[in-house]
């Protein structure tokens, strides 16, 4: 079965230009999660949808930020623009309701210049 | 917000030795679950625990959910190559029946030396 694909991998970009991280979750998974790691402050919560419904985007650190569910099958995490500072890892997890687990993408790994 | 306290944020060790690691919270969570990350790879799940005093197993790895439900432990007995990776603890909200997204630690990297 494959698990959650997220694209790209790896992002290098310069500073001001528009950024798009995308995630394919899980089929039948109907919780969406998007998730930063940095050194300084983890694993931090920025957004997460519910049967394609975002339910809590207070994580989400700034206007700069936006991500949308167009259906059960993909999301994307918007930056724009970007900033040096949203160099991070950014992950991808989605789970299936009544269950704790959230599986993992193997992230996107985004720097900007 | 909440904050998860994890500690040690390293651990250097033999291998064969036994590992422990915790987390505590200010705030209370409904469940507490812990991953264990490697290089290039996002976060994989070890165990969860859902009740307050519960203890679970899992192979070489046992972890309690504290009796306040604002704590937890890892253990990792007899150590070996593989277990090396960055191991984070996880709070969860349940809320109205539902998930919620979950509130890491800073976690604990743990290497052994030969």
């Known amino acids: 079965d494959a698990g959650v694909i997220q694209s790209p991998r790896h992002e290098v970009t310069e500073m001001g230009q528009e950024v798009t991280l995308r995630c394919k979750p899980i089929?039948?998974?109907?919780?969406l999660f998007w998730y930063r790691q940095t050194m300084m402050r983890g694993l931090e919560l920025l957004i997460y949808f519910n049967n394609n419904v975002p339910i809590d985007d207070s994580g989400m650190p700034e206007d700069r930020f936006s991500a949308k569910m167009p259906n059960a099958s993909f999301s994307t995490l918007k930056i724009q623009p970007s900033e040096p500072r949203d160099s991070a890892v950014y992950f991808c997890a989605s789970s299936f309701s009544g269950s704790v687990e959230q599986f993992f993408g193997p992230g996107t790994r985004l720097t900007v210049l | 917000g909440q904050q998860l306290n994890q500690s040690p944020q390293s651990m250097f060790i033999q291998e064969g030795e036994d590992v422990s690691m915790n987390c505590t919270s200010s705030?209370?969570?409904?469940?507490w679950l812990w991953y264990k990350q490697e290089p290039g790879e996002g976060p994989v799940l070890l165990i969860a625990?859902?009740?307050?005093?519960e203890l679970t197993s899992n192979g070489r790895l046992t972890a309690q959910f504290g009796i306040t439900r604002k704590d937890s432990f890892l253990n990792i007995s007899a150590s070996i190559p593989s277990d090396v990776g960055i191991y984070f603890c996880a709070g969860q909200l349940i809320r109205g029946g539902g998930a919620d997204g979950l509130t890491f630690g800073k976690g604990t990297h743990l290497i052994i030396q030969p």
């Open positions: 625990l859902y009740k307050a005093g």
């Open positions: 089929s039948g998974h109907d919780y």
């Open positions: 705030s209370i969570f409904n469940t």
